[in-house]
């Protein structure tokens, strides 16, 4: 059996874990999270955990990973994540104009990004830019997303990159 399927899900205090027949709703201070829960698995909540378990063998490695998805989901309800994102460059510059992120990459024009439902961009300041949200998936999907704009190019390392992301450097021609 998967062994990530045996470890049994901590809920925190404040966080509510429903269970019907076809999904698994996570409820907490951070919002709601739903997924839905494929046939053939089951969770059992005792103790202040919740334990997920497999009825046939070709489940199992399902299992595990809709334990993972609710522990994140647990996680975000309760803590929430985030994603840091560096701008590097002469002139690369984020501001938030209301609820819109606006974005000077080095373009003839500043790019606009509309911040989704659930998820809150801030920058604290003008190189910096902060995405934080309840669902670990679309806060990595709405980075990812601003990084697409100007991703780091590896001459000079000038884009929009993640925080700690390390940049491979090429050299230059030679004459």
């Known amino acids: 059996m998967s062994r990530v399927a045996k470890k049994p899900v901590a809920l925190v205090k404040g966080v509510e874990l429903n269970v019907q027949s076809d999904s698994i709703s996570v409820k907490g201070p951070k919002g709601t999270l739903s997924v839905p829960k494929p046939a053939g698995i089951e ?3 005792e103790d202040g ?7 046939d063998v070709s489940l199992v490695p399902l299992t595990g990973t809709l334990r993972a998805i609710v ?18 460059g002469v002139g690369y510059r984020a501001a938030m104009q209301g609820k819109d992120l ?6 003839s024009h500043p790019v606009l990004f509309p911040s ?4 809150t961009i801030t920058t604290p300041t003008q190189t910096e830019i902060v995405v934080a949200g309840a669902d670990k998936q679309r806060v990595g999907e709405v980075a990812a997303k601003i990084r697409g704009y100007r991703p780091p190019e590896p001459y000079k390392g000038k884009g929009v ?10 050299e230059a021609k030679k004459a």
């Not at 647990?74 to 994540?81: E, I």
């Not at 990159?161 to 090429?170: C, P, Q």
């Open 43 to 45: 969770v059992k909540i």
């Open 161 to 170: 990159k993640y925080a700690g992301e390390t940049i491979i450097r090429k």
């Open 71 to 88: 522990a994140n989901m647990v996680h975000g309800v309760s803590t929430g994540f985030e994603r840091k994102l560096e701008l590097v």
């Open 49 to 55: 955990s919740a334990l997920l378990s497999a009825n």
């Open 116 to 119: 989704p439902e659930g998820i």
């Open 102 to 107: 606006s974005l000077s990459l080095g373009f």
